[in-house]
């Protein structure tokens, strides 16, 4: 029987667990989710329609902090992918140094089924629905898979209407006009730029020369691709999306990729620049640098063998099993794990959490310039630990990560 996303990720908490010699009283307390909610909510569709929809939160952990994460809508979501990725945030928030636990949400739902009045009105209804379970020191949600700053702009505006104040810090990833920060929507490729760059001078590798394969062009493989394009001088070699994968050996011109994906309905199919490819062959790619930006389980027991890239940036949460990871690792091929490489995008949330709580709004400079300090003293702490212990960059992560909580929950004690 195949293990469930959380189990998989147990796995990886357990064996950093073991390498740092976890108090076994914290290691129990630390690998299950505080609290879930579910909730089962109506919305009238546009034909007068009642339909029922199932929504989640789960606030895996909050030593450090009121929980953080994003909210999700797809028909896969489950409890138990929910709660995995709350758990993922709270490693990530702890990793960056964050004061933050980990939070995650998501509503069963195909919202490409759904017309933008339908949408907002499961929108505005699930968040009244978990209302009492967030809040700015609470639990802060954030835009993830098919929300966007539109969507957290019903939340805010749900939230306020019910609090009978504005309550700006409620949630991350809103429009500008609203609160939001500037270099929100380019954070998590920028985090991903930077730890690439980061590990390319571990290798010794000049990352100019360097050729980049992304799967996944939503945004944060388009951003990563971009940054890496525009500011790192990296050969984009190769892209893809839910629609089609492309190959061109001389590199993409990225920023004309993004141009024909913005006027094509969002899709990259029938670029008439490059190869067409499987999405198997583009993993597979010799390339230096691999970024996995789309969904869990890219990268399996199956295929980790064929893997060539020298290496791999976690674009996405969870892209790699522990199965997979293993022969990764076994072949010399460097992975920065998913805590650290998408880190960038949870670290900006909380540049704007700090602003809309002070009122005081960063430029682009700033936000940018702190995003790229943080990123680099994460991915050192991180390369310390590796050394220190001698492991993989995942593990090392996961010690820096857990260490951090452990001595949160430590000095708090057990209550009563």
């Not at 017309?115 to 949600?141: M, Q, V």
């Not at 810090?169 to 920028?190: L, M």
């Not at 985090?191 to 001078?201: D, I, P």
Request: with cysteine; charged share 25%.
């Amino acid at each position: 029987m195949a293990k469930s996303l959380y189990q998989q990720a147990l796995e990886v908490f357990g064996h950093a667990a073991d390498v740092m010699q976890l108090d076994p009283n914290i290691r129990k307390f630390l690998e299950r989710p505080q609290r879930t909610l579910i909730v089962e909510f109506p919305v009238v569709m546009d034909d007068g329609r009642v339909e029922m929809f199932t929504g989640y939160r789960c606030q895996h952990n909050t030593a450090r902090g009121p929980a953080k994460g994003g909210i999700r809508y797809h028909p896969d979501v489950t409890i138990d992918e929910v709660q995995t990725l709350a758990f993922w945030m709270t490693w990530k928030c702890s990793l960056l140094n964050l004061p933050y636990g980990g939070g995650k949400g998501g509503v069963k739902v195909d919202p490409a089924k759904l017309s933008k009045h339908e949408l907002e009105r499961l929108s505005r209804r699930f968040f009244y629905e978990i209302a009492n379970f967030i809040g700015e020191k609470r639990d802060i949600p954030a835009p993830d898979v098919n929300t966007n700053a539109q969507v957290m702009a019903w939340y805010v505006d749900t939230y306020t209407m019910h609090t009978g104040y504005p309550a700006l810090g409620v949630v991350t990833g809103k429009p500008v006009e609203i609160g939001g920060s500037i270099g929100r929507n380019e954070a998590t490729g920028r985090g991903v730029a930077v730890v690439a760059s980061e590990a390319c001078k571990l290798l010794d590798k000049d990352i100019s020369k360097a050729t980049v394969a992304v799967q996944g062009f939503g945004n944060v493989g388009s951003f990563s691709a971009k940054i890496l394009h525009d500011d790192y001088k990296a050969k984009i070699v190769a892209v893809s999306d839910v629609s089609a994968a492309y190959y061109n050996p001389d590199g993409f011109d990225i920023n004309d990729l993004i141009a024909y994906r913005d006027n094509n309905k969002g899709l990259i199919n029938g670029y008439p620049k490059g190869q067409k490819i499987t999405h198997e062959e583009l993993l597979e790619l010799d390339v230096d640098i691999l970024v996995p930006a789309a969904l869990e389980n890219a990268i399996t027991e199956e295929n980790a063998d064929r893997i060539k890239a020298k290496l791999i940036v976690e674009g996405a949460n969870g892209p790699v099993t522990p199965a997979a990871d293993r022969i990764l690792v076994s072949k010399g091929i460097m992975v920065i794990p998913d805590i650290l490489a998408n880190a960038g995008g949870v670290t900006v949330s909380y540049f704007e959490w700090v602003q809309d709580l002070q009122s005081f709004f960063w430029d682009l400079d700033d936000v940018r310039a702190k995003l790229t300090k943080m990123m680099r003293a994460a991915f050192a702490d991180v390369a310390e630990t590796k050394k220190k212990y001698n492991v993989d960059f995942r593990t090392a992560a996961y010690v820096v990560a857990i260490e951090r909580v452990a001595q949160a929950v430590k000095l708090r004690g057990i209550y009563p």
